[in-house]
């Protein structure tokens, strides 16, 4: 069974550029949440797909935006990339809404 | 709103201690509560989860009890090794629409040989 993969590991950006992450979830899985570590906190939550469907948005501008394709695998995109977005963008799958949460190993963005 | 309390570290132990790691939470209803592990460079893997009260969440010596009277979470494990210095965060969910995750801020356990 594969786990919960993760692209581009690194990633270096410049203010005001735009940036696209990639997430495949666990096989089985229909459901992605996406969630922005910056150092030395924990996770916050950014929002969650669910059957290609935006199921719940936490507290972030509308720059940040997602997609999930049919096969459920996801995008984050940041437009107008700010300093304080530099951190872990962490994707997790689960096998329906509301179940437990599986992560996959984030990718690291720094924006100079 | 939702939120979860760790206690401040980090924590230093020597390998064999105990460990106890505090979480105390505020919730609407009655969440999942869950602990989660980070080790350097890595992402989150879970660690342990209760669903209901009394609950005990167990996986690698790591023992957690859902305390409803008390709002809490605490981590505990009996001989800690070398191999268990991460990061550990406590979180919970809500069982609504969604099952987003609010996190701790995370506290770092350092285990010396």
């Known amino acids: 069974e594969t786990g919960v993969t993760q692209s581009p590991t690194h990633l270096i950006k410049t203010r005001g550029q735009q940036v696209t992450l990639r997430c495949s979830s666990q096989?089985?899985?229909?459901?992605v949440s996406w969630y922005q570590q910056a150092l030395g906190q924990g996770p916050q939550f950014i929002f969650q797909?669910?059957?290609?469907?935006?199921?719940g948005r936490g507290n972030f501008p509308p720059r940040f935006s997602g997609l999930q394709f049919p096969n459920y695998s996801s995008e984050l995109n940041v437009n107008a990339l700010e300093l304080d977005d530099s951190a872990l963008y962490l994707c997790?799958?689960?096998?329906?809404?509301?179940?437990?949460?599986?992560f996959g190993p984030g990718t690291r963005l720094t924006v100079l | 709103g939702n939120s979860v309390t760790q206690m401040e570290g980090p924590v230093t132990l020597s390998e064999e201690a105990f460990l106890t790691i505090n979480c105390t939470y505020t919730?609407?209803?009655?969440?999942?509560l869950f602990w989660y592990v980070q080790y350097p460079g890595e992402g989150l893997q879970l660690l342990l989860k209760?669903?209901?009260?009394?609950d005990k969440g167990s996986n690698k010596g790591f023992e957690a009890t859902y305390r409803k009277e008390t709002t809490s979470f605490h981590l505990e494990k009996g001989s800690v090794q070398v191999s268990d210095s991460a990061v550990y965060f406590c979180?919970?969910?809500?069982?609504?629409?969604?099952?987003?995750?609010?996190f701790g801020k995370g506290i770092t356990l350092s285990v010396r040989p």
């Open positions: 997790a799958s689960s096998l329906e809404e509301a179940d437990t949460q599986y």
């Open positions: 096989s089985g899985h229909n459901t």
């Open positions: 797909y669910y059957r290609e469907e935006e199921n």
């Open positions: 919730a609407t209803g009655y969440p999942s």
């Open positions: 209760a669903t209901k009260a009394d």
């Open positions: 979180a919970l969910s809500d069982l609504g629409a969604n099952s987003k995750l609010t």
